[in-house]
């Protein structure tokens, strides 16, 4: 090449470069934590997909500490971000910080968990509808138990969306049976250590689980914690007592295939693609979005287990 041509295509290069770092979106995403296995997977989504769009992805990790949240987003706001994102811990103590945002012209999307507030405050929320899942998780158990079941429930973070909907989403579907109640409740904290040791709590207080014929998780790792307490204590999940949970995880779907687990509601993790389409198109100026993206949810059992754990490459 030419020197004159060579100069010519450096510059270039250069100019193409200032050019698309200069448009590249930086975003702030303030994420929950990394509390069971659902949530990485999220998480990996959401790097992967901003990755692959070329945005410039501030991924801020609260350990599932709300105040950590609060700094995150104040801190998103201090740079200058082009927009926030939010899964937030639990739904209170959000008004403030969503007003700076908007009072500094920075658009707020909620993803996954909702928040109470002021919906002026945000653009919209994208996220399943949980309150479906508990509502299909609950379903499932009537039919299973044909309306005649004492249940324990393993309730997530206290606070949290997904533990107010899916409880409210499954009570109000229970209460059609006259036979199906609650009968121990508490809160496991969307672990699986959590789930675990809650589940032998409720093993003693019922005498190794005398007369219990469920156990509902709000989310599959404290299932799992379930499981290995049942075990432990010489009891069969899945086979002496209906095992129904919420969002799918690689070894949930493992434990239905064994006979462990009975069935679990599959919360998507890869929704990176439908949080950033909303976000780039709200910033590219389609302004009117619905307050709730909603994004399906559906439940599975032994009967589709194989084939989705081939589909999608789990052993
Ligand atoms: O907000 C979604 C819930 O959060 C998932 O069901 C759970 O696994 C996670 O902790």
């Known amino acids: 090449m030419k020197k004159t041509n060579l100069l010519g295509a450096i510059t270039l290069g250069l100019g193409l470069m200032i ?90 999307f909620l993803a996954d968990r909702d928040v109470e507030a002021d919906k002026d405050l945000y653009v919209t929320r994208i996220s399943a509808d949980f309150n479906l899942e508990g509502r299909l998780a609950g379903a499932w158990l009537a039919q299973a138990s044909k309306g005649k079941c004492d249940i324990v429930e393993l309730q997530g973070t206290v606070g949290a969306a997904p533990a107010i909907e899916r409880k409210k989403g499954f009570e109000a579907v229970i209460s059609l049976f006259p036979n199906m109640k609650i009968i121990k409740s508490q809160s496991g904290d969307f672990t699986t250590a959590g789930g675990k040791e809650v589940t032998e709590s409720f093993i003693k207080a019922t005498d190794g689980f005398k007369g219990v014929c469920a156990v509902f998780g709000h989310n599959d790792n404290m299932e799992l914690g379930a499981i290995q307490a049942m075990k432990e204590a010489g009891l069969k999940p899945g086979k002496d007592v209906l095992m129904v949970s919420v969002d799918g995880v690689a070894d949930e779907f493992r434990a239905i295939k064994a006979g462990d687990a009975n069935a679990s509601v599959e919360l998507r993790s890869d929704i990176g693609k439908d949080i950033y389409d909303v976000v780039q198109a709200y910033l590219d100026g389609k302004k009117d979005w619905p307050k709730w993206v909603v994004i399906a949810s559906d439940l599975h059992t032994k009967d589709d287990v194989d084939a989705l754990m081939a589909a999608r490459g789990i052993k």
């Open 19 to 108: 050019a698309s770092s200069a448009s590249a979106l930086t975003i702030g995403f303030s994420q929950v934590g990394s509390e069971g296995d659902w949530r990485p997977a999220f998480s990996a989504d959401m790097k992967a997909e901003a990755e692959k769009r070329g945005i410039d992805l501030k991924f801020s990790d609260a350990q599932g500490k709300e105040e950590n949240q609060l700094k995150a987003v104040r801190g998103f706001i201090a740079q200058g971000v082009d927009a926030i994102i939010i899964a937030p811990v639990v739904v209170t103590g959000w008004d403030s910080v969503l007003k700076e945002a908007k009072d500094a012209g920075i658009p707020v």
